[in-house]
C-alpha cells in the first residue's frame, strides 16, 4: 500500500515516468521492503505518513472544491500514522502549513488582506477542522491511554517518545554506545549509507538542480523536501534517543524515494541529445541494479543492506547495526528444525536473547523450551542449543575471527556474512563450575573453569567467571590476570572492566583504575558501575569534592549514598552523613559497617541515645562486629566512663591495624591521666594514617 501510494504521489508530480520511477525505486528500497517482513510500527506509520502527503496535495488539486474520496483519504492515513506512533500529530502542522502555503500562492502579495479573502479563509480552516477532528476521534478510539485525556496523553506520548528515556547498545562507526549517547549524525549517517546510492545521488541532484532551475521550486517540491528533511532536523535537534538503524525514520524514505525519482526523471526527460539521454539511463540502471541484486539474493533479509558509500555489507559488517530486527533468526530456527530430531520427546532448552520470537518458531514442538540470555552471559544458564543474532556482539568480535564462537553449527547469512547462528553446546563441565559459584564454592568453581578454558579458551565468559571467583577468593593478582584474559577477547567487555579497575584500587594503581572506568563510560556514559569507580578512586586519593560531585549522579545507588556518606563523616559534616547513610540504608538495614559508621555520627553529635539504639541493631545482626566496639567505647568515653571504654576496647586488642582504635586509646589513656602513653597512641595512628584528622587534632591538643 505504501509502495502504491508512492506511486500515486510520483504520477500526479512529475507523470507517468516519475510515477513508474517511484514505484520501482520504493519496491527496491531495501530497508523499507525489508522490514514489511517484521516490522508492526514503522512501516505502517510509513504507510500513513505517505497517505497523508499524498492526499494533503490531492486536497488543494480541485479547489476550491474538496472532493469526498481526498477528505476521506487524509482522515484514513492520518489516523493509520497516528493511531501507530503518536509521531502522527506532525501531519496536523504540516497540513496547515501546505493549507496556508497554497492560500498565500493563490493570492500572492495580498494575502494578508484575510477580510477580502474571509471566504477562502474560512473554506480552509473549516477542512482542516473537519480532518483534525475526524481523524483525532479515529485515532485515539482504539487507544485506551489516549481516551483516558484525549488533549494531553497524545502530546505526552510524543514527549516520550521523542526522549525515549531507555538506553540500548548500538554499534555505529565501529564503536558501542549507547542509544542515549549516539552522535548527532547518527540519522543522517544511516540515510546516507542505508539508502541505494541511485535515491540517495538523487536527491542530492535535486537540491542542486532546483538551485540552477529555480521555476522547479513548486509548492509539491517544498512539501516532498520538508517531509524529508524536517524530521531528521528535528532528530537531531532534540537529541532524540533513536536506535535499530533506520528503523524510526522509516517514514522519510517515500518522500526521499519521490523527490529522488523527480530528478531522475527530468534528467531522462530534459535532454535534447539521444547520447546524454542514454548515459544518464546507463547511470540510473548501474545505481539501481545494485539494491536489485541485493534484494534477490538476499531475500527475505533485505533490510541488511548499506551502499557503496561505505563498501556495501562487508564494508559496514562490524562497524553498523546488521540484523537489528532479528529477521534471520527464523531462518536459523528452521534449520535447527530441519537438522536436529526432536521427536523423541527429551526436554531441550535453546538459548536466545529473542527467547519469545524462539518460542513462536518452535511453537508445535512442546518438548522445546527456549529461555532468555544476553550474548555474553549465555554460559551461566543450562542450555542444548542457541540461536543468537549477531546483535549487540562486539565489533572487535565480528572483525578478528571471534564471532561465530566455537560450537557453531550453522550460520543464517547475509552477502556471506553471519547474522545469526545456531550453536550446539560443546560441553557441560562449565554448568557445574556455575552451580559450585551459586554454592559459594568459589575454589572449586576456580578449578573447575581452569579445567575447562584449557580445551576452549576463547570463551571471554569463562575468564571473566574465574577473575570473580579469584575476587571472591581475595586472590587480586588472579583477579586481574584473568580480567585481562576475558578484555583480550573483548576489550570492552564492561563486567571484566569492573574486576580489573576494582583490582587496579585495592593495588593502589590509580591510574590504570581510570584507564579501565574511561572504556567503561566512553561505552556507556550512564554506567552506575562507571560513576561509582570513578567516585572510589576520587575518595581513595582523598579528593573528596570530585569524589561527590561524580556520586552525586547515581543518588539512587545504595553504594554511592554510602560513599557519600563516609566522605562526609570523615569531614565531620555529620549531620549530611547521617542523611546518606539513612539514604543508603532505607532498603537495607543489614549492612553492619554502615550502620556503625551512622552510629559513630550521632556519637560524635553528641546523640548517645540514638548511637546506643543503632549499635543495638548492629549487635542483633553481628554481635562480633569490631565496628560495634569503637562505637560503644567512643559513647563511654563521651559519657565519661574511661573503664567502660577500656573494656570495649579490649575486645579488639589483637587489632593493630585501624587508626581509629589508637586514637580511642589515646583518650582513654588521656582519661586515665597517662598522657605519655595517650601520645604514644597518636603516633601509631599517624604511622598508619599520617593525614588522619582526629589523630592530628589529638596532637595538637596533647602537644608534640
Not at 489516523?79 to 502555503?101: C, E, I
Not at 554499534?171 to 546510492?197: H, Q, R
Not at 535537534?237 to 519521490?258: A, C, D, E, Q, T
Not at 539514604?583 to 546523640?607: E, H, I, K, P, T
Request: aromatic share 16%; net charge neutral; with cysteine.
Amino acid at each position: 500500500l505504501g509502495i502504491l501510494f508512492v506511486g500515486l504521489m510520483g504520477l500526479r508530480w512529475g507523470g507517468g515516468l516519475c510515477g513508474l520511477l517511484s514505484l520501482l525505486l520504493m519496491f527496491f528500497t531495501p530497508r523499507y521492503f525489508g522490514h514489511s517482513m517484521n516490522n508492526l510500527k514503522d512501516i505502517p506509520f510509513a504507510v500513513g505518513y505517505i497517505i497523508s502527503l499524498y492526499y494533503t496535495v490531492r486536497l488543494f488539486d480541485f479547489y476550491p472544491r474538496f472532493r469526498k474520496r481526498d477528505v476521506i483519504g487524509l482522515v484514513l492515513g492520518i489516523f493509520l500514522a497516528l493511531g501507530t506512533r503518536s509521531g502522527g500529530l506532525l501531519l496536523y502542522p504540516m497540513l496547515f502549513m501546505y493549507a496556508g502555503l497554497f492560500y498565500i500562492g493563490l493570492h500572492g502579495k495580498q494575502f494578508y488582506k484575510f477580510r477580502a479573502y474571509r471566504k477562502d479563509v474560512g473554506r480552509i480552516l473549516a477542512v482542516f477542522a473537519i480532518i483534525f477532528v475526524l481523524s483525532y476521534a479515529l485515532s485515539i478510539a482504539l487507544w485506551p491511554f489516549a481516551l483516558e485525556n484525549p488533549l494531553v496523553n497524545v502530546v505526552d506520548s510524543l514527549n516520550k517518545f521523542t526522549n525515549f528515556s531507555v538506553a540500548v547498545r548500538s554499534l555505529f562507526g565501529g564503536e558501542e554506545v549507547m542509544s542515549m549517547m549516539l552522535p548527532w549524525n547518527y540519522a543522517p549517517t544511516y540515510l546516507l549509507i542505508g539508502m541505494p546510492l541511485v535515491t540517495v545521488l538523487g536527491l542530492l541532484g535535486y537540491l542542486v538542480y532546483i538551485c540552477i532551475q529555480r521555476k522547479e521550486f513548486s509548492l509539491i517540491s517544498y512539501f516532498m523536501l520538508f517531509a524529508t528533511i524536517f524530521p531528521v532536523c528535528w532528530v537531531i535537534y532534540k537529541h532524540s534517543n533513536i536506535f535499530g538503524g533506520i528503523r524510526h525514520l522509516l517514514f522519510v524514505l517515500p518522500p526521499m524515494v519521490l523527490i529522488a525519482s523527480r530528478f531522475w526523471s527530468l534528467m531522462l526527460q530534459k535532454p535534447a541529445s539521444k547520447y546524454v539521454k542514454y548515459g544518464v539511463l546507463s547511470v540510473f540502471l548501474i545505481l539501481f541494479s545494485r539494491p536489485v541484486v541485493h534484494a534477490i539474493k538476499n531475500h527475505p533479509h533485505e533490510y541488511v543492506y548499506f551502499n557503496e558509500l561505505v563498501g556495501g555489507n562487508k564494508g559496514a559488517y562490524g562497524r553498523y547495526e546488521a540484523d537489528y530486527y532479528f529477521n534471520s533468526v527464523k531462518q536459523s530456527c528452521d534449520w535447527l528444525k530441519g537438522n536436529v530430531d526432536f521427536s523423541d520427546g527429551k526436554e531441550i532448552v535453546i538459548v536466545s536473547q529473542v527467547p519469545l520470537i524462539v518460542s513462536y518458531y518452535f511453537r508445535e514442538y512442546p518438548n522445546v523450551k527456549a529461555i532468555y540470555s544476553k550474548y555474553y552471559e549465555k554460559y551461566a544458564k543450562n542450555w542444548d542449543y542457541a540461536v543468537f543474532g549477531n546483535v549487540h556482539v562486539s565489533p572487535f568480535q565480528l572483525l578478528n575471527g571471534l564471532y561465530p564462537p566455537e560450537g557453531t553449527i550453522y550460520t543464517a547469512d547475509v552477502d556471506g556474512l553471519p547474522v545469526s547462528i545456531v550453536i550446539k553446546r560443546p560441553s557441560k563441565l562449565d554448568c557445574e563450575g556455575f552451580e559450585a559459584e551459586g554454592n559459594n564454592d568459589y575454589a572449586k568453581a576456580l578449578e573447575i573453569f581452569t579445567a575447562y578454558v584449557q580445551t576452549y579458551p576463547n570463551v571471554e565468559e569463562i575468564w571473566l567467571e574465574m577473575s570473580f571467583a579469584s575476587f571472591k577468593l581475595n586472590d587480586r593478582e588472579k583477579q586481574l590476570q584473568y580480567a585481562n584474559k576475558a578484555l583480550q577477547l573483548y576489550p570492552f567487555f564492561s563486567t571484566a572492566l569492573v574486576l580489573s579497575a576494582s583490582a587496579y584500587i585495592d593495588d593502589g594503581e590509580y591510574d590504570k583504575a581510570l584507564i579501565d572506568i574511561g572504556k567503561i563510560q566512553k561505552e556507556d556514559r550512564t554506567s552506575k558501575w562507571g560513576f561509582y569507580l570513578r567516585g572510589l578512586v576520587y575518595f581513595k586519593q582523598r579528593k573528596y569534592n570530585e569524589s561527590i560531585e561524580v556520586l552525586k549522579n547515581i543518588l539512587d545507588d545504595e553504594r554511592a549514598l554510602l560513599l557519600l556518606a563516609n566522605i562526609y563523616r570523615i569531614n565531620k559534616m555529620y549531620g549530611d552523613a547521617i542523611h546518606y547513610y539513612e539514604a543508603g540504608l532505607s532498603d537495607n538495614r543489614n549492612n553492619v559497617v554502615a550502620l556503625s559508621q551512622l552510629a559513630d555520627c550521632y556519637c560524635r553529635m553528641g546523640n548517645a541515645e540514638e548511637a546506643s539504639k543503632i549499635i543495638m541493631e548492629v549487635c542483633d545482626i553481628d554481635s562480633d562486629y569490631v565496628g560495634v566496639y569503637e562505637v560503644l567505647a567512643r559513647v563511654a568515653i563521651m559519657l565519661n566512663k574511661p573503664a567502660e571504654a577500656e573494656l570495649m576496647l579490649s575486645f579488639c586488642k589483637q587489632i593493630d591495624s585501624d587508626p581509629e582504635l589508637f586514637v580511642l586509646r589515646a583518650q582513654v589513656y588521656n582519661m586515665k591521666g597517662n598522657l605519655s602513653m595517650a601520645k604514644q597512641m597518636i603516633d601509631k595512628a599517624l604511622t598508619l594514617d599520617p593525614t588522619y584528622w582526629e589523630a592530628l587534632e589529638l596532637q595538637q591538643l596533647y602537644g608534640q
